[in-house]
């Protein structure tokens, strides 16, 4: 019975310290090699405490030196890095077996391609590096032998739906018909659209099912979390968006389903916590607890669907089009959802302007091919410069 070790990147954030709850009930079978950390020293300073990794790793040089004096006081045994390619180095060490990707956005890209070129069992959160580097990332995970396994509730449903050897014969030929994406809609699915422009960030961060990173919980309520989840999809089990129906499902039970042509629907329920698919990922192809409550039938009562609005949710089918459109669109919508999102959390623009900004910079940077990493971070960052230009037009206007 051989201890695994795992290496998480973004430790500190919701999916970070879900996974470290998971794994803590398991000291048989899991320990920390490594956590990593951007601005949270003291909750990076409290897990070293109780984890012990060998490393912990902090992108700012102050901040680390800061968690070294520390690390030193308490007399220790944990190695502190500083610095981006510190990451990629936790994420590719020969000693780790597992690397959970949680970092949040673009930042995530490099260390998780590191950890999926080192052939390593990759559980990715990070949706973002994925949407940004789509056939590069999953030529890397085919080339290296690393394992993908999706932590995202719908994909690890997904995944948890398909027969086991889909990933050799292909979706078509597994008699599946297609994906169906659930997502609640959000705190705003009934709110009306005559106040969306005064929603605050306050407002768009308390999700009515999920507790996560400010981030993703905007996403959520724009619904660009189902899109960014769309993309994911396709390059997860190679499908095309035709092939993905998203429904409305407010009550977030069911957390995707597989439709077979045989007119089956296989759908994976729980309650709405992370730690299931964590747990799920964590231990496959093998079962462990993951400390959640089992679903009770009789306080749900009942479960139910509906069609996403184009009105309320435009960023779902500006995702959805940059897909179509291929190349580097899903990596330009991905930057400018990143400014946008930021722009809005810092009370710069409003709710209903995020979609706007996305729209405007796709239509005003340049398509292309981005068959390669380099050509990928550079749309990237063009797409970046021009949200931030619009954000500081649309901020002029209203002052
Ligand atoms: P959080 O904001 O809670 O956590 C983000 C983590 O990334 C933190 O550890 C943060 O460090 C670290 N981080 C942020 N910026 C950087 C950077 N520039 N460089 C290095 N590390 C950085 O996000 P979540 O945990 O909610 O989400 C993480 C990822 O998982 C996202 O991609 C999200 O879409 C995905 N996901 C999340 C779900 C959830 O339930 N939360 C569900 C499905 C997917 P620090 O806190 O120290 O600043
Ligand atoms: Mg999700």
Redesign the pocket.
Known sequence: NVIENICI????????T?TLDVIKRHPDKYQVFAL??????E??KLQCIEFQPRYAVL?DAELAQELESFIQYKGLQVEVLHG?HS?DFVASHDEVDTVMA????A??LLPTLAAAQAGKRVLL?????LVMSGAIFMDAVNKHGATLLP???EHNAIFQCLPEHFVEQGIENCGIHNIVLTGSGGPFLKKDLADFAAITPDEACAHPN????????V?SATMM?KG?ELIEACWLFDVKPEQIEVVLHPQSIIHSMVRYNDGSVLAQMGNPD?RTPIAHALAFPERISAGVAPLDFMEISKLTFDRPSKERYPCLALASEAMKQGGNSPARLNAANEVAVQSFLDEKIGFTQIAEVIQHTLTSTEYAEALTLDSVLSADKEARRSAQDFVAQLTNHSS
């Open positions: 990147l973004g430790a500190t954030g919701s999916i970070g879900n990593t950390a951007h601005r949270n020293l909750q990076l992108p981006v990451l949680a970092i949040v956005g930042a995530g959160a990070n949706k973002e590096a932590i995202d509730s999920w507790d996560m990173g400010r981030k993703i919980s996403d979390n960014l992370m």
